[in-house]
């Protein structure tokens, strides 16, 4: 058995990438190994991270980790699962926080025979040695709120902070602007408000070696003049010191939307009214292919589904099937009584490999007919970063098929415009419509306006 494990060193100037790197994986037979280890060494001054990695359906990968500091490096491990013998070239496309050009790694060789795929575990990028043994490290850190003009500190700002799409704890900071915090390593959303400033969310990957993290906000223009404090302090009384003060966690959701929607107009009627609103049927089509991990989307994908799951009713039914390397019912149908098993499903989604949107499309129906109910307001939504229907109209017989009773949407999250179109299209075809989500003010309302729009009952 021919056995090819590749360990290329590229050793990098600061991660700047101007060329494509070629990963020949030779002839491959069935038992062939089929992966390969490029290890990027960063000899910049500052510490990078991964933001996104764009790659061919035939690829999968895994990383050794999501950022590197000066002199140290990461591995990129990728492997190539074919689907017909033959020649292949793939491109594997890596973009890091310090370079908006993608470094590229091109993947080809020759298929003798198909791997034997025993399951979905045979497609699975093999795991580092070390991941089993990870070592769980805490960062403590300073987020300071800065005036984005002058770099002045904003004393008594507000400081929501998110996680797994979760708002997990609001703060006022203190006299001096800033707010202390301890924090595992990972992606959080940061959201600041101060009065008189725009809000700002900023999505950050908390490292070790993370000292402090300056938000700049900006401030409003007005028509008119600002109204100012009815008893300003004197210019020689010095301001009283304060130490962050922790807002109750029961209001930091309404904390929250004053944060990110403050100006929402409220709704006509209220979703809980049922003589308004029909029952809602609702299938999740997920993509959790490994581009879904970088940056803020998986983030915002949670986000976004946690905020609908509290304003469904328990006469509601919710129900998740993820894909990547292949679909799977994550959720099966399940009535919104008790919210707190749907929340944590949530919160336990992971994204890895590639994508397989057909058959994860063609599963959603297939759960939705299962619960179908008449008089019910019947939903198949997708949720991905990326044009899934770009090298198969073969979802369109599914959904063409049940087009008189389900209504299919598209979420595009942190798409591209090329990709934004596709998802237009796809969502036009379903009689449904695209929605995209960009931030956390699309991710806490969107979602929920699709689902009053499909469920309004018409008078």
Not at 199 to 204: A, F, Q, Y
Request: hydrophobic share 35%; net charge negative.
């Amino acid at each position: 058995m021919k056995q090819l494990i590749l360990l290329l060193s590229l050793c990098l100037t600061a991660f700047t990438f101007a060329q494509i790197k070629t990963v020949d994986m030779g002839e491959l037979d069935r038992k062939t190994i089929r992966y390969a280890d490029i290890r990027i060494q960063n000899h910049g001054e500052q510490t990078v991270h991964l933001v996104r990695i764009e790659h061919s359906p035939e690829l999968v990968y895994r990383v050794s980790q999501r950022y590197t500091r000066p002199d140290s490096s990461f591995t990129v491990r990728v492997q190539v699962n074919p689907d017909t013998t033959g020649y292949f070239d793939h491109v594997l496309r890596v973009y890091l926080s310090d370079d908006d050009a993608p470094f590229e790694i091109r993947v080809v060789g020759n298929v003798n025979e198909l791997p034997d795929y025993k399951d979905a575990l045979e497609q699975r990028c093999p795991e580092f040695a070390q991941e089993s043994t990870r070592e769980e490290t805490e960062t403590e850190f300073t987020v300071t709120s800065v005036d984005a003009a002058t770099g002045e500190v904003l004393t008594r700002s507000t400081v929501t902070i998110i996680h797994d799409g979760t708002a997990s704890e609001s703060w006022i900071t203190g006299s001096n602007g800033s707010l202390r915090k301890r924090l595992p390593q990972g992606f959080f959303h940061f959201v600041v408000s101060h009065p008189g400033y725009q809000t700002e969310e900023t999505g950050i990957y908390v490292t070790p070696d993370i000292e402090t993290v300056y938000i700049p906000l900006k401030k409003y223009i007005y028509d008119k003049p600002v109204k100012e404090p009815e008893e300003p302090l004197l210019a020689d009384e010095p301001e009283e010191k304060t130490e962050p003060e922790r807002i109750p966690d029961e209001d930091v959701e309404k904390v929250l939307t004053e944060q990110i929607n403050p100006d929402i107009e409220p709704a006509e009627y209220t979703f809980s009214d049922t003589t308004r609103y029909r029952p809602v049927n609702v299938v999740f089509v997920l993509d959790l292919s490994s581009s879904m991990k970088m940056g803020e989307k998986m983030n915002l994908l949670k986000f976004s589904l946690q905020q609908l799951v509290d304003e469904l009713r328990p006469s509601d039914q919710i129900s998740f099937v993820t894909y990547a390397e292949s679909a799977r019912v994550y959720l099966s149908p399940t009535y919104c009584i008790d919210k707190q098993p749907i929340r944590e499903k949530i919160t336990e989604m992971e994204a890895e490999g590639s994508s397989s949107s057909t058959r994860g499309i063609k599963l959603g129906y297939k759960e939705l007919n299962r619960r179908d109910e008449p008089g019910a307001a019947n939903l198949v939504i997708v949720i991905t970063d990326g044009a899934f229907n770009r090298y198969s109209d073969d979802y369109k017989k599914v959904v063409s098929k049940n087009a008189d009773h389900i209504v299919f949407s598209v979420v595009g999250i942190q798409c591209n415009p090329n990709d934004e179109k596709h998802l237009k299209e796809a969502a036009e075809f379903g009689k449904g419509r695209y929605i995209p989500i960009n931030k956390l003010a699309d991710a806490q309302q969107r979602l929920l306006e699709e689902i009053r729009k499909v469920s309004f009952r018409q008078s």
